[in-house]
């Protein structure tokens, strides 16, 4: 298990009190070790494997930021192996030493019991030291070349002496082996509570063991609370001090209120504690410390990374620090040190390493920015770059290397994000072209509320934007509107943008223009309405030249005419559509022209061509992962392989995902053509109760929205209409449907998901084939990652892909290897051997 992934536990601040004893006052034992006074928490996986790595190395480095814990693991290593050392461990505190001329004196002094005006030269002191001695050497950063020659000093001199030292960069002595140590392990947002309280989440339980040594009386399974906590850690990246601190604050504040202070007020991370050292009582305070050990240079290169959010790249950190005293072509060796010194965090990438800042750094880099006359420069810097990444990835999207270019925006989403929010308060305008630009993005993952907020915020000043990107936005805003059902709303956008366009003469915005609102026809059963639009559309297009253009008004033409019976025309259009969309290689859009000519086949009865038209479909757009795509394609490949009279355990996790990607994205429209298919399909069967709760509340949305069920699947609906009034009788039935009618729409869905997990074979059981066969490669990357301890933050750092994108492939993954745990599927993955094969 990597260093990074390990399940970490730490102890508080409170561990820094600690007392030290002789080797008379310690049974006889030979040394001195700083004994501790609350326990060691979670740190078991963390010791083994130092415990093994002492013996293959005689300088063993722990090395991290501040506030990780090192300390405390490095008693806890020494104190668990002073038995397999005949002369003794011997503890060095170097905190207070600033001096370097003054570190041998200090050695002598704590080894040797001899005053500091001792001779501290290395010979003097190895000819002291009894044989086969364990050395530790604590905080050596602010002295570590001095800690670095008396090491190579000492053990030149004595050939059975072991070292072991802490600092926040490596010593850089020959043979030296550096052990990183990371924040404790954070449960992801999404994760169910362990079974054993809080045994497999080492942050959290160690805030929630000095939450309880701060106030007696804190229950740490009130509701609410855990989640609470888990915000918490998560924000501090599973730092040990940084989560004591914020457990300090809970005499006072509730955790759902630290929570919520944390982000913008770090003076929460403060410890009443009178025994802490000062530079352990508040966060700043332990980063001060850190701050001052860096050259002028390096300061500068440090608080100007303060712009970034999430991970950033080499190019980007080159690009935005750039400027007044700092040469791009210095930038590497600058953020070497900082790498080095324990405030960069190095994240592995196939495509190359990225890199970020915990968030507490982050915090007190950005106040130091912030403090000075450049901060307005770098942020504009900052937003210089990602929005020519945008642009440059807008075009990428539209071809072959779109994969490439999602990936690269889903790493830096948060980047983008930061960059959107400083534009929308400087430049109006600028925020309005890079929202433009980040609509493909936002489309594709799956990011409807993200990008509505958006467009809503920079539609609010209207007024203050050129009439061109007012007309932008609104097609924008329009669109997702439409995808999330509000039509009245999406159509008052669309036909906004369409009177400022036609001034302009921007045919293509009229075209867009059309096509949505030939959509949201499609949506309401008005088909001919909805052919009219897309035909006036086409004729745009074409007039244009714009063939991907084309293509895509012949597909919505081909979708309009499936949903209504006629599927070959449908056919013919959809086919048109797929050549294009092949010969410029945008998997996107082929995987939407692929459901369509799959549709075509199954509402005309080819089973076998719509199954094979349909997974080709799902397979294009788990590639790019494209969320609406991904959720479309199982829902008519469920229905495909019921129709092939497959059994239950194969179309029931098609259906339990399809509903749960559509609900997440807000598409109500197709909620409810998945919550009939699912009555119909297994729950008139196994629950014919639900079935009617569950169809009843189908009708009741279908009302609420204004969209009538197609024609092609209203023979379904209508199947198990008929079937549960045989089975139930009118007036159970008719009860039923009324329940489901008034309950919420949430709760439908929660309670039909419980029912397909419920029905035998529709999960899978931890450990088959079948569903590990079902695994994607992008699924077992991620399962690698899970199986190692990595919460979704980190999975999504190791992916370059967002934390919400990590989380929906853990939920799949859960799904499909029949897991309720992220440990169960870990165990699910050792037994099939999945780990380590791809």
Same mark, same amino acid.
């Given at each position: 298990?990597?260093?990074?992934?390990?399940?970490?536990?730490?102890?508080?601040?409170?561990?820094?009190?600690?007392?030290?004893?002789?080797?008379?006052?310690?049974?006889?034992?030979?040394?001195?070790?700083?004994?501790?006074?609350?326990?060691?928490?979670?740190?078991?996986?963390?010791?083994?494997?130092?415990?093994?790595?002492?013996?293959?190395?005689?300088?063993?480095?722990?090395?991290?930021?501040?506030?990780?814990?090192?300390?405390?693991?490095?008693?806890?290593?020494?104190?668990?192996?002073?038995?397999?050392?005949?002369?003794?461990?011997?503890?060095?505190?170097?905190?207070?030493?600033?001096?370097?001329?003054?570190?041998?004196?200090?050695?002598?002094?704590?080894?040797?019991?001899?005053?500091?005006?001792?001779?501290?030269?290395?010979? *003097?002191?190895?000819?002291?030291?009894?044989?086969?001695?364990?050395?530790?050497?604590?905080?050596?950063?602010?002295?570590?070349?001095?800690?670095?020659?008396?090491?190579?000093?000492?053990?030149?001199?004595?050939?059975?002496?072991?070292?072991?030292?802490?600092? +926040?960069?490596?010593?850089?002595?020959?043979?030296?082996?550096?052990?990183?140590?990371?924040?404790?392990?954070?449960?992801?947002?999404?994760?169910?509570?362990?079974?054993?309280?809080?045994?497999?989440?080492?942050?959290?339980?160690?805030?929630?063991?000095?939450?309880?040594?701060?106030?007696?009386?804190?229950?740490?399974?009130?509701?609410?609370?855990?989640?609470?906590?888990?915000?918490?850690?998560?924000?501090?990246?599973?730092?040990?001090?940084?989560?004591?601190?914020?457990?300090?604050?809970?005499?006072?504040?509730?955790?759902?209120?630290?929570?919520?202070?944390?982000?913008?007020?770090?003076?929460?991370?403060?410890?009443?504690?009178?025994?802490?050292?000062?530079?352990?009582?508040?966060?700043?305070?332990?980063?001060?410390?850190?701050?001052?050990?860096?050259?002028?240079?390096?300061?500068?290169?440090?608080?100007?990374?303060?712009?970034?959010?999430?991970?950033?790249?080499?190019?980007?950190?080159?690009?935005?620090?750039?400027?007044?005293?700092?040469?791009?072509?210095?930038?590497?060796?600058?953020?070497?040190?900082?790498?080095?010194?324990?405030?960069?965090?190095?994240?592995?990438?196939?495509?190359?390493?990225?890199?970020?800042?915990?968030?507490?750094?982050?915090?007190?880099?950005?106040?130091?920015?912030?403090?000075?006359?450049?901060?307005?420069?770098?942020?504009?810097?900052?937003?210089?770059?990602?929005?020519?990444?945008?642009?440059?990835?807008?075009?990428?999207?539209?071809?072959?290397?779109?994969?490439?270019?999602?990936?690269?925006?889903?790493?830096?989403?948060?980047?983008?994000?930061?960059?959107? *929010?400083?534009?929308?308060?400087?430049?109006?305008?600028?925020?309005?072209?890079?929202?433009?630009?980040?609509?493909?993005?936002?489309?594709?993952?799956?990011?409807?509320?993200?990008?509505?907020?958006?467009?809503?915020?920079?539609?609010?000043?209207?007024?203050?934007?050129?009439?061109?990107?007012?007309?932008?936005?609104?097609?924008?805003?329009?669109?997702?509107?439409?995808?999330?059902?509000?039509?009245?709303?999406?159509?008052?956008?669309?036909?906004?943008?369409?009177?400022?366009?036609?001034?302009?003469?921007?045919?293509?915005?009229?075209?867009?223009?059309?096509?949505?609102?030939?959509?949201?026809?499609?949506?309401?059963?008005?088909?001919?309405?909805?052919?009219?639009?897309?035909?006036?559309?086409?004729?745009?297009?074409?007039?244009?030249?714009?063939?991907?253009?084309?293509?895509?008004?012949?597909?919505?033409?081909?979708?309009?005419?499936?949903?209504?019976?006629?599927?070959?025309?449908?056919?013919?259009?959809?086919?048109?559509?797929?050549?294009?969309?092949?010969?410029?290689?945008?998997?996107?859009?082929?995987?939407?022209?692929?459901?369509?000519?799959?549709?075509?086949?199954?509402?005309?009865?080819?089973?076998?061509?719509?199954?094979?038209?349909?997974?080709?479909?799902?397979?294009?757009?788990?590639?790019?992962?494209?969320?609406?795509?991904?959720?479309?394609?199982?829902?008519?490949?469920?229905?495909?392989?019921?129709?092939?009279?497959?059994?239950?355990?194969?179309?029931?996790?098609?259906?339990?995902?399809?509903?749960?990607?559509?609900?997440?994205?807000?598409?109500?429209?197709?909620?409810?053509?998945?919550?009939?298919?699912?009555?119909?399909?297994?729950?008139?069967?196994?629950?014919?109760?639900?079935?009617?709760?569950?169809?009843?509340?189908?009708?009741?949305?279908?009302?609420?929205?204004?969209?009538?069920?197609?024609?092609?699947?209203?023979?379904?609906?209508?199947?198990?209409?008929?079937?549960?009034?045989?089975?139930?009788?009118?007036?159970?039935?008719?009860?039923?449907?009324?329940?489901?009618?008034?309950?919420?729409?949430? +709760?439908?869905?929660?309670?039909?998901?419980?029912?397909?997990?419920?029905?035998?074979?529709?999960?899978?059981?931890?450990?088959?084939?079948?569903?590990?066969?079902?695994?994607?490669?992008?699924?077992?990357?991620?399962?690698?990652?899970?199986?190692?301890?990595?919460?979704?933050?980190?999975?999504?750092?190791?992916?370059?892909?967002?934390?919400?994108?990590?989380?929906?492939?853990?939920?799949?993954?859960?799904?499909?290897?029949?897991?309720?745990?992220?440990?169960?599927?870990?165990?699910?993955?050792?037994?099939?051997?999945?780990?380590?094969?791809?």
């Amino acid at each position: 298990m990597s260093k990074s992934s390990a399940t970490y536990r730490e102890v508080p601040l409170l561990i820094q009190e600690t007392e030290t004893q002789t080797s008379e006052q310690r049974e006889g034992a030979l040394g001195v070790l700083p004994v501790q006074l609350t326990r060691l928490v979670g740190r078991d996986t963390a010791l083994g494997e130092l415990r093994s790595l002492v013996w293959r190395t005689r300088v063993l480095t722990l090395c991290g930021p501040g506030g990780a814990g090192k300390t405390r693991l490095a008693i806890a290593l020494a104190e668990a192996i002073r038995p397999d050392f005949v002369g003794g461990a011997w503890w060095v505190d170097l905190s207070t030493t600033l001096e370097p001329g003054l570190v041998g004196q200090v050695v002598a002094a704590t080894v040797l019991r001899r005053e500091l005006t001792s001779d501290p030269a290395p010979s *003097a002191l190895a000819r002291g030291l009894p044989d086969s001695a364990l050395l530790v050497l604590d905080n050596c950063e602010q002295v570590v070349d001095a800690c670095a020659d008396l090491v190579v000093g000492l053990l030149e001199r004595s050939a059975s002496l072991r070292v072991i030292a802490t600092s +926040r960069q490596p010593l850089g002595v020959p043979g030296e082996r550096v052990w990183r140590v990371a924040g404790l392990a954070v449960d992801a947002a999404d994760d169910p509570p362990d079974t054993d309280g809080y045994a497999n989440d080492g942050a959290v339980s160690l805030f929630v063991e000095r939450a309880v040594e701060a106030q007696s009386t804190f229950d740490p399974d009130a509701p609410g609370v855990r989640e609470s906590i888990g915000r918490i850690c998560r924000w501090l990246d599973g730092m040990p001090l940084a989560i004591e601190l914020a457990a300090a604050r809970v005499p006072v504040l509730s955790v759902a209120q630290i929570a919520d202070r944390l982000e913008r007020d770090p003076s929460v991370l403060r410890h009443p504690g009178r025994r802490a050292p000062e530079r352990h009582r508040t966060v700043d305070s332990m980063l001060e410390w850190s701050h001052r050990l860096l050259e002028p240079e390096e300061q500068r290169l440090f608080r100007r990374l303060g712009v970034f959010r999430g991970s950033f790249s080499l190019a980007a950190a080159e690009f935005v620090s750039a400027g007044y005293l700092l040469d791009a072509a210095d930038v590497l060796d600058l953020l070497a040190v900082l790498i080095d010194r324990s405030l960069v965090q190095v994240v592995d990438h196939p495509r190359g390493p990225r890199y970020r800042l915990l968030a507490t750094v982050r915090q007190y880099a950005a106040a130091k920015l912030w403090d000075g006359p450049e901060a307005p420069t770098v942020s504009w810097r900052h937003a210089e770059y990602f929005s020519a990444l945008a642009a440059t990835a807008r075009t990428g999207l539209g071809g072959a290397t779109q994969v490439k270019w999602l990936e690269r925006l889903e790493a830096d989403h948060d980047n983008v994000t930061e960059a959107l *929010a400083w534009l929308e308060a400087e430049s109006i305008e600028e925020a309005a072209r890079l929202a433009a630009l980040l609509w493909p993005f936002w489309y594709r993952r799956g990011f409807y509320g993200e990008a509505r907020m958006w467009f809503e915020q920079i539609l609010s000043r209207a007024g203050e934007l050129s009439a061109a990107r007012r007309a932008d936005i609104r097609l924008r805003a329009g669109s997702v509107a439409f995808l999330q059902c509000d039509y009245t709303e999406a159509a008052e956008h669309l036909r906004a943008a369409l009177e400022i366009v036609g001034p302009l003469g921007d045919q293509r915005a009229t075209a867009i223009a059309l096509q949505r609102l030939g959509s949201i026809a499609r949506e309401q059963a008005r088909y001919d309405e909805a052919s009219a639009l897309h035909e006036r559309s086409l004729a745009t297009w074409r007039e244009l030249g714009h063939a991907e253009g084309v293509a895509a008004s012949q597909d919505y033409l081909g979708f309009v005419e499936w949903l209504r019976g006629n599927t070959e025309a449908a056919e013919a259009a959809c086919a048109a559509a797929l050549g294009e969309f092949t010969r410029v290689g945008n998997r996107q859009l082929g995987a939407t022209a692929l459901v369509n000519l799959g549709a075509c086949a199954l509402y005309r009865g080819d089973l076998s061509l719509a199954h094979e038209r349909l997974e080709r479909a799902l397979a294009d757009a788990r590639a790019v992962g494209f969320q609406e795509g991904i959720a479309w394609s199982l829902h008519e490949l469920a229905i495909a392989t019921r129709r092939m009279r497959r059994p239950v355990s194969e179309y029931g996790p098609m259906l339990r995902e399809a509903l749960l990607v559509h609900q997440q994205l807000g598409d109500r429209w197709r909620v409810a053509s998945v919550l009939e298919e699912i009555a119909g399909a297994v729950l008139v069967r196994h629950d014919p109760e639900l079935a009617g709760e569950v169809l009843g509340a189908a009708e009741a949305l279908r009302e609420r929205l204004g969209t009538p069920i197609p024609p092609v699947e209203a023979p379904d609906r209508d199947a198990a209409v008929a079937q549960l009034a045989r089975k139930l009788g009118a007036p159970r039935f008719d009860s039923a449907r009324t329940e489901g009618r008034t309950r919420s729409l949430e +709760r439908t869905i929660d309670r039909t998901v419980e029912a397909l997990d419920a029905v035998e074979g529709t999960a899978a059981t931890p450990g088959e084939g079948g569903a590990a066969a079902d695994l994607t490669p992008r699924e077992l990357a991620v399962l690698e990652l899970l199986s190692q301890g990595l919460t979704n933050r980190e999975i999504a750092s190791a992916l370059y892909i967002s934390p919400s994108t990590a989380g929906v492939h853990v939920s799949n993954i859960l799904r499909k290897l029949g897991a309720k745990r992220r440990v169960d599927a870990a165990a699910a993955a050792h037994k099939l051997g999945l780990l380590g094969a791809r």
